[in-house]
């Protein structure tokens, strides 16, 4: 998912059509009871909103939910792992053929906002435009498995992906390339929404999609706003997974964030129905902290994305592995969390594994004990050992501009500093970091500073991104040009592995084994904080991900 810069991420706060009150009500905490109705307002810093499900890297929680629906969905609270549960399916997907080959069987009933009714071919059919180069820059872990090579391109010139069979209006069959456990969490994912057949050929398809979901969009302005309504074709009664509270929601899009900031502690008007959309900076949140009404309406993640530093493994000293362990002694993790959010409590804990926590299978470990501050003179020793006494000298570390990366990039290099590694910062726009970082084969920087929230609630979403060596360059996150055969054939076999608890031991050795060879620094298991307004409640974050689930909240009324 969104790597290291701010992720916009969007409502579920979805639709009832319902007005009876009782059972249907959710506590709000102090400000009364959340209520079916309303007008609900997202305040966003990002200028746009990609609604359409081909492009979309959105997870189930955040923003293409509203008006999209797909096969699976997850159940997500305060508290307790996340776990998968059925959307447009009646079920979460029938392996066979030792999970290469998946069904699906779409409930009755289910209709467009349109009032046409949702066809399994309609599935096929959206996953099919994923592949058109026209409709690229979705997440993408089905392409391989349903196309190898990814030799299909697209439906619009009357080919058909023969992977996929729809033997009836209600069934959807994938034949997948290789056996893959995760595939009904894939399932989840925005590519699997429906979209009517023969249509969304347009490029701009996203301004005016065929809802599935709870809400329609009525309008969309680039820049400037949004508004989303009810679709009169959805039920309640059979989508479990949204409760769906306002009715309607607007988006202001292209805000300056300290003025949201502002907007959101002030609590006037309309902004006391308002929610922030973006990450609470590090001055946001001291600023928060000396207002008792704002801190009451702050929500801050149990944890989040994985922060480390990449150590290019393909480049000058750092192809040494001896070299590379010297860096998870120097880094000074506590000095990190204070540039982040400004205390460890509202940054995260220290990150010691690549897996985060909240995912099955996951092993608490350390193969390099330290305080949180580092040990300068561990890391001296080790670089002395590999030759290198007198330290390193010359190093560009990559990292974002934007979203205090800067700083948090200081903190890194003044630890390292103090263990003879000399470092000079680099900070690049977003488009430039993807091209010069992620699209290139070959990197210029020596480090790189980031964070990675899974797409799925599966070990498979933290390793294989960042390890596999299929993801160096093109547009890959593998960003330390981590190259291992051994563990690109132990991904497999983990990917392969249907049962969860199995496949769960096998990530978990795969996390050991990667970190063993240091190709990244952990630091950080980041918390996220969101701030609201006083008439919105039920604001929850489950253990994963890392977001507000915008399924579950609404208006006091």
Not at 200 to 223: C, K, M, T
Not at 417 to 434: E, G, H, M, Q, S
Not at 529 to 550: C, K, M, N, T
Request: charged content about 20%; hydrophobic content about 35%; aromatic content about 8%.
């Amino acid at each position: 998912m969104k790597r290291g810069q701010k992720l916009a991420v969007g409502l579920t706060a979805a639709v009832t059509l319902l007005t009876a009150c009782g059972a249907n009500d959710t506590p709000a905490g102090p400000g009364g009871t959340v209520k079916p109705g309303g007008e609900l307002l997202l305040l966003n810093d990002a200028p746009s909103i990609t609604w359409d499900p081909a492009k979309s890297s959105n997870l189930v929680v955040t923003t293409l939910g509203l008006i999209h629906r797909r096969l699976t969905s997850w159940d997500v609270a305060p508290g307790k792992d996340t776990t998968i549960v059925p959307d447009l399916a009646t079920d979460t997907g029938r392996p066979s053929d030792g999970g290469k080959t998946w069904t699906f069987t779409l409930k009755d009933g289910l209709k467009y906002a349109d009032g046409t009714p949702i066809r399994s071919e309609d599935v096929k059919w959206g996953l099919e435009r994923s592949f058109a180069p026209a409709f690229s820059g979705g997440l993408a872990y089905h392409k391989d498995l349903l196309s190898p090579g990814l030799a299909y391109k697209g439906p619009f010139e009357g080919k058909e992906l023969d992977t996929i069979q729809t033997p009836d209006a209600k069934t959807i069959v994938f034949h997948l390339a290789r056996a893959y456990g995760d595939f009904n969490w894939v399932a989840s994912t925005p590519a699997f929404s429906p979209v009517p057949k023969g249509k969304g050929a347009e490029a701009n398809y996203g301004d005016h999609p065929v809802a599935s979901g709870p809400y329609q969009l009525q309008n969309y302005q680039r820049g400037k706003s949004a508004k989303l309504v009810r679709n009169p074709n959805w039920s309640r009664d059979e989508d479990k997974t949204r409760l769906a509270y306002a009715d309607t929601v607007d988006f202001e899009l292209g805000q300056d964030t300290s003025v949201i900031s502002k907007r959101l502690i002030d609590d006037t008007g309309k902004d006391r129905a308002a929610f922030g959309m973006s990450f609470a900076s590090p001055a946001e949140l001291a600023q928060i902290q000396g207002n008792a009404s704002a801190k009451s309406r702050l929500v801050t993640s149990e944890s989040g994305a994985l922060a480390y530093l990449s150590l290019n493994t393909q480049r000058g000293n750092l192809t040494n592995p001896k070299v590379r362990q010297a860096f998870q002694y120097a880094v000074d993790k506590a000095a990190y969390q204070v540039a982040s959010a400004g205390s460890a409590q509202l940054a995260g804990d220290v990150a010691t594994t690549l897996i985060t926590p909240g995912l099955q299978g996951r092993e608490q470990y350390d193969l390099y004990p330290a305080p949180p501050s580092g040990d300068p003179a561990k890391a001296k020793q080790l670089l002395a050992d590999a030759g290198f006494p007198n330290g390193l000298d010359g190093l560009v570390l990559a990292t974002h501009n934007e979203n205090g990366y800067p700083e948090k990039a200081a903190a890194i290099q003044a630890a390292l500093a103090r263990a003879n590694i000399k470092v000079t910062i680099k900070p690049l726009d977003d488009d430039t970091y993807t091209s010069e970082v992620d699209t290139k084969g070959l990197s210029d920087f020596d480090l790189t500073l980031t964070s990675w929230q899974p797409d799925i609630p599966s070990a498979n979403a933290n390793i294989q991104p960042l390890f596999q060596s299929t993801e160096i360059g093109n547009g890959g996150y593998n960003e330390s040009r981590y190259s291992n055969p051994d563990v690109d054939k132990l991904i497999g076999e983990a990917q392969a592995t249907v049962d969860p608890a199995e496949a769960g031991k096998k990530w978990a050795a795969l996390d050991r084994k990667i970190l063993a060879d240091s190709p990244v620094v952990p630091l950080i298991y980041t918390r996220n904080s969101f701030l609201h307004g006083s008439q919105v409640g039920g604001v929850q974050i489950g253990r994963f991900p890392a977001y507000v689930d915008y399924r579950k909240f609404g208006l006091v009324q």
